[in-house]
């Protein structure tokens, strides 16, 4: 006799669930356009029955909103770990890449969609995107404490550093770059940036 789902079972199944809503909507959003997009011409990409698809997200903006919710559950989590770890100065380098190569091809293209409507990420009710940004200042803040030089030159440099993801995939824009080389670019820029942070310039002699 088989038995029933667990409940932790269905929570999993309903998270992947609108996981793989999420990433056939935004595709359909980057490739068609938001406003061309409708519910109907999602469920009908994920071969559901919009009903089926209204059960799990109200709207277009609900889906944007947790797919921006997911990427500040991450930055958040990174902060919450860099909190808990020895404060040491490697922590800053060790924190930079988590978060660069935490990048996903999915998560790129979210960043892609973001950059090219502006005003749909700034009207999203909750914030998502601003609480990424929050995020990064809190991770920017809690290790510029560790650099071996702390003034407003180096805490700008380090925040450069966390968002060379972002620079390198707007750098790419037109080039057709496969996103392992975006995020190899990024964590390359970051590395030299963060390396560059972590030992002390000295003056004349």
Do not use: M, Y
């Given at each position: 006799m088989t038995s029933a789902p667990s409940a932790a079972g269905q929570r999993r199944a309903g998270e992947e669930t609108r996981a793989q809503i999420g990433r056939v909507a935004l595709d359909l959003f980057t490739t068609r356009g938001y406003e061309a997009t409708s519910m109907r011409e999602i469920a009908e990409e994920l071969g559901i029955k919009k009903a089926s698809l209204y059960y799990h997200f109200s709207g277009k903006?609900?889906?944007?909103?947790?797919?921006?919710?997911?990427?500040?559950?991450?930055?958040?989590?990174?902060?919450?770990?860099?909190?808990?770890?020895?404060?040491?100065?490697?922590?800053?380098?060790?924190?930079?890449?988590?978060?660069?190569?935490?990048?996903?091809?999915?998560?790129?293209?979210?960043?892609?969609?973001?950059?090219?409507?502006?005003?749909?990420?700034?009207?999203?009710?909750?914030?998502?995107?601003?609480?990424?940004?929050?995020?990064?200042?809190?991770?920017?803040d809690a290790l510029a404490e560790l650099l071996p030089e702390r003034n407003a030159e180096t805490a700008l440099r380090l925040r450069m550093a966390i968002l060379s993801i972002n620079a390198a995939l707007g750098a790419s824009t037109g080039g057709g770059f496969a996103g392992s080389d975006i995020v190899a670019a990024a964590r390359a820029s970051a590395l030299a940036a963060v390396d560059s942070l972590l030992i002390p310039r000295t003056g004349p002699a």
């Open positions: 903006a609900e889906i944007v909103r947790s797919l921006f919710d997911q990427r500040g559950d991450e930055a958040e989590d990174l902060v919450e770990w860099v909190r808990q770890q020895p404060r040491t100065p490697e922590l800053v380098r060790a924190a930079v890449l988590r978060w660069i190569d935490s990048f996903s091809e999915d998560k790129l293209r979210g960043l892609r969609f973001l950059a090219a409507n502006p005003l749909l990420a700034r009207t999203l009710e909750g914030g998502g995107p601003r609480r990424i940004g929050s995020a990064l200042t809190d991770l920017s």
